[in-house]
Structures are given as C-alpha cells and as structure tokens.
C-alpha cells in the first residue's frame, strides 16, 4: 500500500514557474514508477510526465516537453514536477500517482492516486 500526498499548487502568472512535490508513505517507494498527470475541467485526465523507480529515465508529454522536469529522491519517498514558462492551458488539478512496474502513459493502469493539487495560470 502507498499513499501519495501531493503540494506545492497555487495561482502563478504566465511564463512563471512552480514546483509540485508528491511525497510517498512506505518502505518500497523506489520500487515504483511513478507519473505526474492533470485534469482540466471538462476534458479527461492526461499524462504529463513520468519516471521510472531508479530515476534514470524519464517521460514527457509533447506539450510540456523542455519546460518541465520530473525528477525523483527515494531516500526521501518524493518526486517532484518543476513546472517552468508556465501557460494558462497548463491550468489544472496535478496528480501524481504510482505503479510497480515500468511508465505508462494511461491514469487506469496506475494503482495508487494522491488527491490532487490546483495550478491555476492567469494570462
């Protein structure tokens, strides 16, 4: 069992940036791949980026690709998302979420979800 608690949201002004930490409960974090995904409302919820467990590969969206990294400590259980030259379409609630195994790109298959935190970028 993992839980997964997410932080670091808020309100930023375009082309700003903000760092999303997601912090892991358990002794088998470094087991897990673990993806970052977003939900805009009306629309479904899409990858944004992912990680696999030793951090040495990484994943991205086309449309966040050169403006944010994913990255990930397993002596601290946390994977961060560092957002830069943020957009008003990268406007969402943020989850990050965990799966033993490798990276995939679909929510369903992940097994375990925190519960979200809101990036709102005004134009």
């Known amino acids: 069992q993992v839980q997964l608690v997410e932080s670091g949201g808020g309100l930023v002004q375009a082309g700003g940036s903000l760092r999303l930490s997601c912090a892991a409960s358990?002794?088998?974090?470094?087991?897990?791949?673990m993806g970052w995904f977003r939900q805009a409302p009306g629309k479904e919820r899409e990858f944004v980026a992912g990680?696999?467990?030793?951090?040495?590969?990484?994943y991205y969206a086309d449309s966040v690709k050169g403006r944010f990294t994913i990255s990930r400590d397993n002596a601290k259980n946390t994977v961060y998302l560092q957002m830069n030259s943020l957009k008003p379409e990268d406007t969402a609630v943020y989850f990050c979420?965990?799966?033993?195994?490798?990276?995939?790109?679909?929510?369903?298959?992940?097994?375990?979800w925190g519960q979200g935190t809101q990036v709102t970028v005004s134009a």
């Open positions: 358990g002794r088998t974090f470094s087991s897990y791949a």
């Open positions: 979420a965990a799966r033993q195994s490798i990276v995939v790109l679909t929510p369903t298959r992940y097994d375990y």
């Open positions: 990680i696999r467990m030793s951090g040495g590969t990484t």
